[in-house]
Each structure stands twice: as C-alpha cells, then as structure tokens.
C-alpha cells in the first residue's frame, strides 16, 4: 500500500517561532495532500489542501497566513505553523487522496507541536 | 463540514466479545472509510466501502455501507486487546475530502 512519511514527530518551539512540517508520499505521486489538525480527545479536522503546483485551498476559520503550504513537487508536502502561539499546540497529521481505486486514503504518522 | 453521527462515544471490551459501533450522517457520501488511531499516530485504514450495500470484511472486522449512502456499521469480532483505540468513520465527499466521525474509544474492561 501507500506509504506517506511525516516529519518531525513532536516538536516543542517557543511562542512566536515557527514550525515546518513535512508529508512525503514515499512510493508514488502525490498531487493532492491533506492537511488535518486534531485536539485531544476530538476527531480529525480537515484544514486545507494541497494542490501540487498551485496554492492550497483552506476550509473555512483556517488562517491561510497562519498555517502556511508548500507543495512544490509530486512528493513533498509541507506546512509551516508561522508566528506560533500556545494555542497552535495540537496534533497535526497529512494524508494523501488515495491512488488508483483504491480510495482508503494514507495518513502520516503525525506531528505534535507543543507552543511554549 | 458535513456531520457523521457515530456512536457509542466510548465502549468496555472483554477480550472475546464482539464489538459494534455505527455512522450516520444526513448527507449522502461516495465512500465510507473505517479507521483505526493508536495515541500518538495517525489513522490506519481498516476497511473501505465504496457501494451502498456493500458488506466488507477485513480478518475479524466487518463493515457495511447502508443503502441510503448515508451510514454505516463496523463490527470486530472475537476482540483481542490489541483492538483497543479510537475508531473513527470517515465519508468521502465529491471533492475528495473526508468528513470524520467523533470516534469510539475502545478500551478494555478491567
């Protein structure tokens, strides 16, 4: 099956940093990535889309400017957490759109950001 | 987005009960995705529906996708304790996006 990496794990910054997340999809091209924030103990909320090659499309109360998205090649998706504030602490977590007909989409392992 | 209704919130296993929970939603999805979350690490596909009335299984789990397009029932049978953790229905929209349940917490009964 697919496989899609995420990197860093977890990652602690101070407030007004900030803090680039990477999803490569490893064996195969990924032209649309999502992007999801979780809160503890809550579901998966879907944040944006990445669109290889042209600018990510963001669900509505997402701060384009804030949560930043770069899908520059087939394989690299990565968000940057810009300015980030102690309530940016979440748990955030990419997935590719599934290929061929198989529509189970790969999510990555996840990163969690502490904002200290 | 578009609300899946998913119960029970949380559940208490007993290792050889089956086990059920179940999706409902108002709208009508293409695809409903059953997942399953470990602490720390993103969802893992467990089974995938992709006609109404489709009834999967997967090892000891089933899954069927309602008629209506509009729910959907996953059930583990002979529960081990590796299958505790949080379970999540996921429905795909025309978009692609999948719009997610709240989750059933499976844990183990002391």
């Known amino acids: 099956g697919a496989v899609v990496s995420q990197h860093p794990s977890w990652v602690i910054c101070k407030s007004g940093t900030s803090v680039k997340i990477e999803c490569r999809s490893l064996?195969?091209?990924?032209?649309?990535m999502f992007w999801y924030r979780q809160f503890p103990k809550q579901s998966l909320m879907l944040m944006a889309t990445?669109?290889?090659?042209?600018?990510?499309?963001?669900e509505q109360g997402v701060e384009k400017d804030k949560f930043l998205i770069n899908h520059a090649s087939l394989t690299l998706s990565t968000l940057t957490v810009t300015s980030a504030h102690p309530e940016d602490s979440s748990f955030y977590i990419c997935?590719?759109?599934?290929?061929?007909?198989?529509?189970?989409?790969?999510f990555g392992s996840g990163t969690r950001l502490t904002v200290v | 987005g578009q609300q899946l209704n998913q119960s029970p919130q949380s559940m208490f296993i007993q290792e050889g009960e089956d086990v059920s929970m179940n999706c409902t939603s108002s709208s009508i999805f293409n695809t409903w995705l059953w997942y399953k979350q470990d602490p720390g690490e993103g969802p893992v596909l467990l089974i995938a529906?992709?006609?109404?009335?489709e009834l999967t299984s997967n090892g000891r789990l089933t899954a069927q996708f309602g008629i209506t397009r509009k729910d959907s029932f996953l059930n583990i049978s002979a529960s081990i304790p590796s299958d505790v953790g949080i379970y999540f229905c996921?429905?795909?929209?025309?978009?692609?996006?999948?719009?997610f349940g709240a989750g059933t917490t499976v844990t183990v009964r002391a």
């Open positions: 990445s669109n290889e090659g042209s600018k990510a499309t963001y």
């Open positions: 996921a429905g795909q929209l025309k978009d692609y996006k999948l719009s």
């Open positions: 529906l992709y006609k109404a009335g």
């Open positions: 997935s590719d759109m599934g290929q061929g007909s198989t529509y189970g989409y790969t």
């Open positions: 064996d195969f091209q990924a032209t649309t």
